[in-house]
Nanobody, 115 residues
Framework: QVQLVESGGGLVQAGGSLRLSCAAS????????MGWYRQAPGKQRELVAS???????NYRDSVKGRFTISRDNAKSTVYLQMNSLKPEDTGVYYC?????????WGQGTQVTVSS
């Protein structure tokens, strides 16, 4: 059974930093794209950043220059370094991965940025 386990969320003041991690466990044959989504209260889930197995990266415009996504293929782990956090970055952050030819989601980790 494949699982995505996230860690690293929390409460931080505006301008601060957090680093999220997401590790895939279980029997893994292949991992393609990995990424992070977020969902604020009353809003739809939105893509924050994604990275393919070849290293191609995509960011939503509002986080460009502040967030950095990376992955360690040997550890089946994806990271999201978040700097210069703003209150509008608050939400539940979900890890997503397309692996073993299926789509998987983590349980979500809360990120709260106070003003």
């Amino acid at each position: 059974q494949v699982q995505l386990v996230e860690s690293g969320g929390g409460l931080v003041q505006a301008g601060g930093s957090l680093r999220l991690s997401c590790a895939a466990s279980g029997t893994i044959f292949s991992i393609n794209a990995m990424g992070w989504y977020r969902q604020a209260p009353g809003k739809q889930r939105e893509l924050v950043a994604s990275i393919t197995s070849g290293g191609s990266i995509n960011y939503r415009d509002s986080v460009k220059g502040r967030f950095t996504i990376s992955r360690d293929n040997a550890k089946s782990t994806v990271y999201l370094q978040m700097n210069s956090l703003k209150p509008e970055d608050t939400g539940v952050y979900y890890c997503n991965a397309f692996l073993n030819w299926s789509d998987y989601w983590g349980q979500g980790t809360q990120v709260t940025v106070s003003s």
